[in-house]
C-alpha cells in the first residue's frame, strides 16, 4: 500500500524546464552520442546540462537490473497472461507500484515493458509475455500497469510497437496488414497507454507492410507522435536499427543497445550533408530530456537521481503483493463435485516436477532472478496435510543448475582470482556488464565451485552448458575439457537455450563432492561483457516407466492427488515459436494414469499459455496457475485449501486441440505473414466457426456461485446487479460485451465485484465510445443501429440483455 504520496512524488516532475536551452548547450556529436546506448542498458551522461546515466532495464515481471544476474537478484511477479486472468486494473497498477520501488532500489529510470502484443495465435512464443487476445482488455491492463509504474517516477516503454505478435523470424518478417485491422485491433492498446501518459515506446523489430518498424514513419511520426500527441521516447527494440537516415528520419528516437551502431558519426555526417534535419536530432534529444526529467535523472543538483531518495513512498511488501496476485489470477477452469477447495484431507500426494521446481517465468529477457523461490512442494509442506512427493514424470530437456550456493570466481590469466561472487546455484550470467570489482581488462576465465551432496546413490548425471571453451570437473574427474561450438542461426535464442554437454558419475548417498565450471576465454559481444553457462545436474532414475508406476502406487494410497503439470523452458520463450501446444514430455500419459488411480486428481497447469488437455474428461478439477512468480508455493496452498479463492478468468480462448484455433501458423512464407483473418481473432475468431474450445475467453470459477440480476443500459454506460448466491466470500469479474448483427460479440467493459455470500453488488460500466466505432480509412466513425449489451460470466455465457439503438 502506498503512503502519503504528494502529487509530485505521484506524477514525476512537473515543474517547467527549459529543454531548447539545454539543447542549445550542447554541439553536434554530443546530441548524437545521446542518441545511441553508452552500453547495452544506459544513455551517456552529459554532466554539463545536469543529465545523469539514464538507466534501462528489463521486465515485465520484475526489473532485472543492469547485470541479468542472481548475484543482483530481483522480485519475480507472476506472467502477464497471470495479471491479465485477474481483469483487475487496481491490482495491475499495485504491481506497477511494486515495479517501480524495484526499479528505484535497483537505479533503474526505464522499465522496458509492458508487453501489449496480441494473443494472435497461441504458438507466438512470447504470449505469456502479452496479456491477452482481446485489445481492449489489454489496454486497460496495459495503461494501469503503466499508471502504476509511473506514479513511482520510473518510466515505462509498451512494446513492441507493432504487430510483433510472434517470434518466427522477427528481425526480417513483414506482416501485412490492413489500416483498419491494424487501428482497431493492434494499435489500439499502444492507443490507450499513449492516452494514459506513457513516457515511452519501444519499437518492434519486424516490418509492417513492407516497412521495419524503426523507420516506419507512417506509424511512428504520423499516428504515434503527430495523431495521439505522444510526447515521450521512442526507444527500438534492441540492436533493431539497422540504418542510419531511414532510422533517423522514421521517428525512432534512441537506437539501442550501444556504443556501436549504425548512429554516431553516420547520423553525424548525414546532418552536417543536410540529409538529416539538426531539428530532427533536437526533437530526439528533447525527448531524452522529458523523459531523464520526468524521472528525476535530470537536474543541477545531482540529488535527483534514481536512488530512491527523492522519490520514497512507504514500502510496499513485494512478498505478500507477489502471492496475493498470483492467488487473484489462478483460474479455477473445472472443480467436479466441488473437490476444491480441500477440505478434510489428511494425505496429499504432489505430483510432477514442476511441484518441486516451479516454472515461475517464461524464458528470454523477460526472465530475471528473485532471491527465493517457493515450490508447490514447499508451499502444501507448510500446511497440516500430509505430502507426499513423485516425480512421475520431468519433461524438462535440459539439466537444471544445482540450488546451492555457489562462488563465482574470475580469473586473470594466472588463475588468480580477481573477484569473488556469491551465487545461489550452478548458474552463470552477466549480461552487458560484469560486476563492478572485476577487472575486464584482465579477466581471462570465469568459474563456478560448488559443493555438492547426493540425496541418492547411483548414476548422476552432470553437464555443461554454454558456447566456447569450458572445463568440467566433478570431484577429481575432468569430464568435458573442450569447446562447445555455436550451431543455428539466431544467435540470441541459441545463446538463451545453448548446447549441453552431459557427462555420468557415480556417487554415493551423503558424500559430498566439488563441482566446477570453468568458461576459459571469456567473450564480449560489441564489447559487451557475455558471461553466460550452467552447471547442469539430474539425480539417478529408475527409468520414465517407473517414474510413472511410482506416482501412480503414491495417488493410489492418498486422499487427493494434486498433478503439478508444465511446459518447459525450451517451449515457451523468447526468440522462438512453440511447434505445438501439447504438454511436454510424458505429462499427458502421467495425468491419465493418476487418474485412473485416484478420481480426486486435481491438475494444476503450469504455462503462460494454453496447452492441450487430452485428459480433460478423466480429471476432476483442472486449476491454471499461469507462470505463477516467486510465491509459487504459498498461493497454490493458499488456493487449495481455500484460504483464497482462484480470482482468475480466461484472457484468452483455451482451445481442445491448436488445429482448431482461428489463427495457428505463425511462420512466414516468403518474408511474410498476412493478417487476413482481420479482427477475428481470439474470441472473436471462434465465434465464426463451428468447433467450440475447450473454454471461452472470461471463463473461471471461482469458489462461490453468482447470480444475474438485472441490467439497465444507456450508450454510455451499464448498470449491473449481481448476488453471490454461494456459501463464502469471493470476486466476481462481470463482463459487458456488445453484439450486433453480422459483427458478433466483442467486450466493451468490465469490472470486479466482491461480495459476502447472500450480498448483492450494483456496478456501473462505462462503454468507451470506441467500443461502438469502426475505423473509416481516415478516422473513427461511430457505427449507428441497434447493439445488445450482455453482461455474464464470459463470452460464451451471457446471463443479462437489453437492446440499445445508437
Ligand atoms: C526484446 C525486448 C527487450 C530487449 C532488451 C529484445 O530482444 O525483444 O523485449 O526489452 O531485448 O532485453
Redesign the pocket.
Known sequence: MITNLSSTQLVGHTGGVDFDALISKLDLATKIRLLTGADMWSLTPVPEIGLHRLVMS?GPIGVRGEQWSSADPSMALPSPTALAATWDPGLVRRVGRLLAQEARRKGVHVL?APTINLHRSPLGGRHFECFSEDPYLTGELGAAYVEGVQEGGVATTP??FVANDFETDRFTVDVKVSGKVLREAYLRPFERVVRAGAWGI?TAYNSVNGTTMTEHSELVNGVLKQEWGFDGLVVS??TAVRSTEPAALGGTDVAMPGPFGPWGEKLEAAVREGRVPESVIDDKVRRVLRLAHRTGALGEDGADGADGASRTYAEIDGIALAREVAARSFTLLKNEGNLLPLTGVSSVALIGSAAREARIMGGG?AQVFPDRIVSPLEGLRQREAEVRYAVGADPRLRLAPISTPTRALFLDAEGEALAEHELPATEARWVGQAPADVDLDRLAAVELRATYTPSASGEHLFAAAGVGRYTLTVGDDVLYDDTTVLEGDDP?AVLLHPPEKRFTVTLAEGEPVTVSLRQHEVSAFNGMTLIMFALGHADPSPGEDELIAEAVRVAAGSDVAVVVASTTLEVES?GFDRKDLKLPGRQDELISAVARANPRTVVVVNAGSPVEMPWLEEVAAVLLVWFPGQEAGPALADVLYGDAEPGGRLPTTWPVRLEDCPVVDVTPVDGAVPYDEGVFIGYRGWQRQQTAPAFWFGHGLGYTEWSYDALEASQGAVTVSVTNTGTRRGREVVQVYLSAPERGRWLAGFDVVECGPGESAVTTVFLPERAFQEWAGDGWRTVTGDYTVEAGRSVADIRLSANITI
Open positions: 528489463d522496458l512494446k513492441h519501444m527494440d534492441w529477457s540470441a523468447e
